[in-house]
């Protein structure tokens, strides 16, 4: 990732280009129409009762003239309403089946959900997205890191697992860190668009930098610091890596703390022992630190104590504008030593060429991968992953099928990717953001389906990372053709809208949604179906109950469906670029890379 600049854009003074402009410019008109034609026939042969879409109804809205009668277009509707059920359940339950045995990275169950993809995919019409293939190969490398020599900062008594974590991404059998000088950064942020850098004056070369976790904003839950409550992307430990190895940083340690990190030390100690899966490095990977560590807060203290600071008060002075870095005068030495096991599977992509503008592409991303099995296990082994993520892949496969029925073929590409080995990091959709099969400035917005729907009809759709981007002002326009209106995501502080394949790209400056479901059930039925799956889904999350089931709230999957559906049909038939709203923290990056293309093609 190159750093934030947005002098070439000034340079290029580009609001005269139309790639540029920014926002959705919609000559906004009010208008009345009828939206109809449910022509879903229900297969659903037992006795579950659940709310069918109307079959006519009288919706007024205020939107963009042309967009709405591209909706309302016949073609438009025939493959709306065509969204089917049953072929949701049938591509569900082959995903899910015991037979995938969990669709694990680099396993057979791997390579015939792959296959199974392509089949479909081709007999849709889809053309191969990478070259002349539907593959892209994702090469993986397992780590497993131990810490071979314990952690010695002064006199302190650290113990792995029980009071720090230490691993590397680098392939390195051995990575020692001796007598390593101790930083404080605060959070650790360089953020231009927040006017925040805690690296301000500072050179870090070969040192260990200690970090918070979270952000200031969090932190102070003041509304004008970064996003208030809400978590950004700087807030995040994989972010506090990666500028720390940015910096020149040896080493970096965060200090855990529950609230701002949102899980407890747990996470941290069974998250960061065992095998890791990364990427093979190449020369398109960005800079990583030989050690990566966790402290717990116990430790953290002590630690600060030792140099003679109260960690509260330097805590304080770290949310404060303007915060100056804090030698601790103590060093750190441990060593890391690691065994490595090479693997690998593929992204699926597949493409429908647009008619106008194949070069830009609207792409619809889905997970295919889950846990696989665990063979210790007496009974079930198999994480069958029903819901997720075989219902997103079911998802691209019907969605696709819509497209393919439309006769007259988008403007623009619509592009399928079903993405490997999300559930080890989003590793298949970090490789394609590092070799995408077009230029990343030529992708108009991406949809990601990490676990569809299927808790019901819903009157609203809730958005993770809310505020984000222009694709908003999209989907809020498909929403209002569903009768439904947008609302933030329940826990923004958790942060999710960093933890699933679209923000992959997000990091790259492509926008991405991830959107779905909502809290307000349509009526009772739904209600009822809202807490019945709504209970399931919270206890099977990545667990073997995570099955197939005929009960699923499976109206709401297909509303769901079909709001992913018409987003991409608005961005595929029209001609505008959405942006990241200004001020959040990809903007700059999408800027750049818009500003570059120009310069590398001034007639477009
Ligand atoms: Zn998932």
Known sequence: MTSHNLNIKKALNLSEYPQMRSGLILGFVLLTFIFSGCSEQSTQSDAIEQTKPVSEKTISIKTEKSVTERLQSKDFQTVYEDISIPNLKKHIQYLSSDEMAGREPASKGDRMTAEYLIEAFKKLGLKPGNGDSYLQKVELLAINSKVSQNLKIADIEFNASENYVASTRQKQPLRTLTDSELVFVGYGINA?????????????????????????????????????????????????????????????????????????????????????????????????????????????????????????????????????????????SVQVSSTFKQSGSNNIIATFPGSEAADEHIIYMAHVDHLGQDTSLEEDQIYNGAHDNASGSAGIL???????????????????????????????????????????????????????????????????????????????????????ILIPEAHPERGYYYRSDHFSLAKKGVPGLSAGGGTVPLNDIEAEIDQRIGERVAKCYHQLCDEYSEDWGWYGAKEDLQLYLATGYILATSKQWPNWYQGTEFRALRDNMMAEDLLAEPSH
């Open 398 to 484: 019907e969605i696709a099928r819509a497209y393919s029925h439309l006769k007259n073929r988008p403007e623009r590409s619509i592009t399928f990717i079903g993405a490997a080995a999300e559930e080890q990091g989003t590793l298949g959709s970090k490789y394609f953001a590092d070799n995408p099969t077009m230029s990343l400035s030529k992708i108009v917005g991406l949809i990601n389906m990490d676990s569809i729907n299927i808790k019901g009809r819903k009157k609203d759709v809730s958005v993770k990372g809310f505020g984000k981007s222009e694709l908003e002002d999209v989907l809020k326009i498909a929403a209002a053709f569903q009768n439904r």
């Open 192 to 332: 231009p668009e927040y006017g925040w850098n805690d690296y301000q004056g500072l050179d870090v070369t070969g040192k260990t930098v200690v970090i918070l976790v979270n952000d200031p904003g969090y932190a102070t839950g003041h509304s004008d610091l970064f996003a208030g409550n809400t978590l950004t992307y700087y807030g995040r430990w994989t972010y506090k890596y990666e500028e720390a190895a940015r910096q020149g940083a040896k080493a970096a340690i965060i200090i855990h703390e529950t609230a701002p990190a949102s899980y407890g030390w747990s996470v941290i100690k069974n998250g960061w022992t065992g095998t890791q899966y990364h990427l093979p490095r190449n020369e398109n990977s960005g800079p990583v630190v030989d050690v990566e560590m966790w402290i717990n807060i116990e430790k953290t203290k002590e630690l600060f104590s030792k140099a003679g600071l109260d960690f509260a008060a330097e805590k304080t002075k770290a949310q404060v504008k303007g915060f100056k870095a804090v030698k601790l005068g103590l060093t750190a």
